[in-house]
């Protein structure tokens, strides 16, 4: 199927869909973490290589099928959320993002050391098996959860949290579990980000999963708006091809990516979307549509 499409859409322009929607569901991911339950994370590159290392070790050793070896890495990936999130989601602020940011290095550094890795030479031989297909079915299927997620109970509990934690324990809410939760999903979604990752660049080198890393993630959720689907799609899609886009100037294109970051945080400082819900919209509008359509005593 990558082929056929290659034939009629360049290759390069094929690439970077493809690694946009990898990004979307590593920002979906942290858009629980961050946007709905309100927990900073400056540590969302490392769930995305636990998932990236663990599905091409998988594949690489056992030989495993790619869909079986991409729900290892995210479920690898989801168990690490569960075991820092314990002992670290009873921090807030600054202080959950510094130990989130230690987490990462921690991770980093492991995977660097590591054997069975190619320590700092990096991994390399992965077969390409991420598609522009697979990616993008995997994608809606993560925007649709997401969706259901906000609109459940659950949802709406990380929603309490996040506005008042005090207030929402007294309601009954256990905000430690419900936290744990969002972070171990959030860390699901990067997992299989990261095993889609590998599988299509082919080389892994934990350098690729620094702050940076981090940072640009978390950067996609911000510029989008905190709390919105949406906006954590508009975000990634902006910011993953923007520097495509600049390329035409190498000298100064993280210069005009940093201006473009600093003028969307002045004006605009509660992200694109932050606020807006598009379906609800959607629905006001198709129902003002359809009231001026009716004609006045008309059934």
């Known amino acids: ?97 510094i130990a989130t940011l230690g987490f990462a290095e921690i991770v980093r550094v492991v995977f660097m050391n590591l054997e069975i890795t190619g320590g700092a030479r990096g991994l390399a031989g992965i077969p390409r098996e991420t598609n522009l297909v697979t990616v993008y079915v995997l994608v809606i299927l993560t925007i649709w959860a997401m969706y259901r997620l906000n609109n459940s109970r659950f949802g709406r509990a990380l929603v309490a949290i996040r506005e008042d934690e005090i207030a929402a324990e007294c309601m009954g809410i256990k905000s430690l579990w419900y936290k744990v939760g969002a972070f171990a999903i959030g860390s699901f979604c990067a997992g299989l980000a990261g095993g889609l990752y590998a599988h299509l660049l082919q080389y892994l080198n934990p350098s690729d999963f620094g702050f940076a890393r981090s940072f640009e993630i978390l950067c996609f959720v911000v510029l989008g708006g905190l709390g919105s689907i949406p906006g954590a799609v508009l975000g990634t899609t902006i910011l993953t091809i923007a520097p495509e886009m600049l390329r035409f100037s190498a000298e100064y294109r993280m210069m005009m990516y940093g201006i473009l970051m600093v003028l969307m945080m002045i004006f605009r400082p509660s992200g694109l979307l932050g606020g807006v819900d598009l379906v609800r919209s959607f629905k006001h509008l198709l129902s003002k549509t359809r009231n001026t359509a009716t004609p006045a005593g008309g059934t």
Request: glycine share 12%.
């Open 1 to 97: 199927m990558d082929d056929l499409i290659r034939q009629f859409i360049n290759p390069y322009y094929v690439q970077v869909l493809t690694l946009l929607g990898i990004f979307l569901i590593a920002a979906l991911g942290l858009h629980l973490i961050t946007g709905v339950t309100g927990q900073l994370s400056f540590g969302h590159a490392a769930f995305l290589s636990i998932g990236a290392y663990t599905a091409a070790l998988l594949n690489l050793r056992l030989d495993l099928p790619f869909l079986a070896c991409l729900l290892a890495g995210a479920c690898a990936a989801a168990l690490a959320g569960v075991l820092v999130g314990f002992p670290s989601m009873r921090l807030t602020g600054d202080y959950l993002g």
